[in-house]
């Protein structure tokens, strides 16, 4: 397996991705083909779940799109499970502490590194056995920091082996700091994310935002991010309906 937006995170070239909350394989497959470095299926807040997952992954096979799927929890059985899959890197949100990051990176890796159990399912069936011999230094394990005790616990988590990156989580960021959702000029979520990129700096790890669209993506790239997603399938839909209305009606 090669993972290309990890190989990208690794060079620190910036990357940009798309955000898949619906369970539409027409809509997977052409947000693929669009030449963005990585497309994140969501199971935490996304309406989809692993079921849906077995479809989706498939369907953007073959393309050069890095295929990530968020986690609903930091739970080893279901990062094993969207490993298995075919997710080439997880997102796991929630990450307060040291201890909570090693057990997502220990989930992703293969022993010695790990204690992620073996049974790969469609990496296998398009791989086979090579799958077990590139996958530890191939899946890439990105953790939230979006909560005011991941912030405090910022170094440590940065530190932990095998963390590949770190994600910020606006919305969640801002609950955590005590400022309403979307503060993201306020002094206090301004200072955070200059912690998190200097945390990230420090030990050499790949910084991402999620992006709510093009505009907060391009200022995260400009801030220093190494990527961020540029919108959600939902927010393009909802974006073009209306904009489509208001030129329809010459508003
Ligand atoms: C957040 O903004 O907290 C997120 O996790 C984005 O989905
Ligand atoms: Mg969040």
């Not at 739970?75 to 040291?98: E, F, H, R, S």
């Not at 909560?147 to 990156?165: H, K, M, P, S, Y």
């Not at 994600?167 to 002094?187: I, N």
């Not at 912690?195 to 801030?223: H, P, Q, R, V």
Request: net charge negative; glycine share 10%; charged share 20%.
């Amino acid at each position: 397996m090669l993972n290309l937006a990890l190989k990208k995170w690794r060079a620190k070239e910036a990357s940009l991705g798309v955000w898949s909350n619906l369970p539409d394989i027409h809509m997977a497959e052409m947000l693929s083909r669009m030449d963005v470095d990585w497309i994140c299926f969501d199971l935490q807040h996304g309406l989809m779940d692993y079921s849906d997952l077995t479809r989706l992954l498939p369907a953007i096979t073959g393309v050069d799109t890095t295929p990530l799927v968020r986690v609903a929890a930091n739970q080893p059985d279901q990062i094993g499970k969207a490993l298995d899959v075919g997710a080439q890197g997880v997102i796991v949100p929630m990450v307060n502490t040291a201890e909570d990051a090693r057990r997502a990176v220990s989930a992703c890796r293969y022993p010695p590194m790990g204690t992620r159990s073996c049974g790969p399912m469609r990496d296998a069936m398009l791989e086979g056995m090579n799958y077990l011999a590139t996958a530890n230094g191939q899946v890439a394990c990105l953790v939230m920091i979006e909560t005011e005790e991941g912030l405090r616990n910022l170094e440590e988590i940065a530190a932990v082996e095998g963390v590949d990156g770190l994600f910020v989580g606006p919305m969640d960021l801002c609950y955590g700091l005590g400022l309403a959702p979307g503060s993201f000029t306020d002094p206090a979520f301004v200072s955070a994310i200059a912690d998190i990129l200097k945390a990230c700096e420090t030990n050499n790890l790949a910084s991402g935002m999620f992006g709510y669209n093009a505009e907060m993506a391009a200022n995260s790239i400009k801030n220093g991010f190494d990527f961020a997603s540029i919108g959600t399938d939902i927010s393009f839909i909802r974006a073009g309906a209306t904009q489509a209305l208001q030129t329809a009606k010459g508003d």
